[in-house]
């Protein structure tokens, strides 16, 4: 398709043609991403909608934040429904988005105090959440407005987004040239692939944060989801949800998922690390550590729906967030509240603070190198 004939389907979509524009699929299968106009920042900056279609899964992708603005997948009777938390709207996610679907960098999860050392130079980044940094900081990519190509390719389509992080962004050293592909597979699998390139030494830890409710979203508690998780040790943290580098085993505590079991069945637990997150907010040490290439590293399922999310990666951590700081003040897309324990995230990474904690697998990106990682999101019922 030629430049002008996708302008014409974009004014065709913002004008509410959208699934008609749709209706042609691809050759191998999968459907041309579309665009459309989803809102106006307050500097006038334009942010458009992708929409997508492959393999039965539906997928729309903002330009602010490389959003995950909607997910939808089959249940078992071959009914959709969008199984991601969000917003109809971007004045919300400017305003309120507790990162609801983001692309989450420079880096992903937590700094303490936003300190780190590389290279005998100390580094102050940007400090959001309490003393620490949280996601990148205060203005991280899930804040940022990306440059979007969509494609296809054989029977996938997708989109690659670009962001360049300028030196000295967020108090993080080095220009970072980032490359996030999102890719729908014949099969419906929706596959992320990262890549990242720097012109001084930093630290990088790229990640996906998708509020996972496989009921539907605004359907309520996600604690009757069954979830497994391949890994023996997780992260202990401190008051301050900063892992004290204590590789420790989930063997008899809440935090063992290496057998399959409902996410609530031991949410409520008297354990110190509970009343630390309010819940579950921690990192698992995958088994498989780092790898080459994705492996499966955990399964959730929905009884209710019978849909069910298989992820594998490349990354050697999952951080696993029972979505505790839901407080009954956001309305989502579907027009109704969300509470504690209504989403979950699963988000592949290496470990929070590894640049504090030189035990954990390194996230330092140096000239030269080109940091890569993968997740795959499997569905099915």
Known sequence: MDMSRRTVIAGAAAAGLTAAAMGTAHASGGR????????????????????????????????????????????????????????????????????????????????????????GTAYQVSVNDGVNSLHGGAKGFDKRVWDVEPFTKGSDVGLHLHYTS?????????????????????????????????????????????????????SGSIYDHELS?????????????????????????????????????????????????????????????VTARPVHVATL???????????????????FYSGNFLDGTLVGSGGRIYRQGDALCLETQHFPDSPNKPSFPSTVLRPGQTYRTSTVHSFGV
């Open 166 to 218: 300028v030196d000295g962004e967020m108090g993080y050293p080095g220009t970072l040239k980032a490359k996030v592909t999102y890719t729908l597979t014949r099969s419906g699998d929706w596959r992320i692939d990262y890549e990242a390139t720097t012109s001084k030494a930093t630290v990088v830890n790229l990640t996906s944060h998708v509020y996972w409710n496989l009921a539907g979203e605004g």
């Open 301 to 319: 399922r929905d009884p209710s729906s019978g849909r069910s999310l298989s992820i594998a990666t490349t990354e050697p951590g999952l951080q």
């Open 32 to 119: 041309k991403p579309v665009k459309e106009l989803f809102g106006t920042l307050a500097d006038g900056t334009k942010v458009h909608r992708w929409s997508l279609e492959n393999g039965g899964t539906r997928l729309k992708v903002l330009s602010y934040g490389g959003i995950v603005n909607s997910l939808e997948i089959p249940d078992r009777h071959g009914r959709h429904r969008n199984v991601s938390l969000g917003f109809d709207n971007i004045e919300d996610y400017v305003a309120k988005s507790p990162y609801f679907g983001a692309l989450i960098g420079r880096y992903g999860n937590r700094i303490g105090k936003g300190q780190f050392t590389l290279d």
């Open 229 to 289: 998780i391949a890994a023996a040790r997780y992260t202990p943290v401190d008051s301050g949800l900063i892992p004290t580098g204590e590789l420790a085993k989930v063997a008899g505590t809440p935090f063992d998922f290496r057998r399959t079991k409902a996410v609530g069945a031991d949410i409520r637990v008297a354990h110190q690390q509970l009343l630390y997150g309010k819940g579950i907010d921690h990192n698992w040490v995958l088994d498989k550590g």
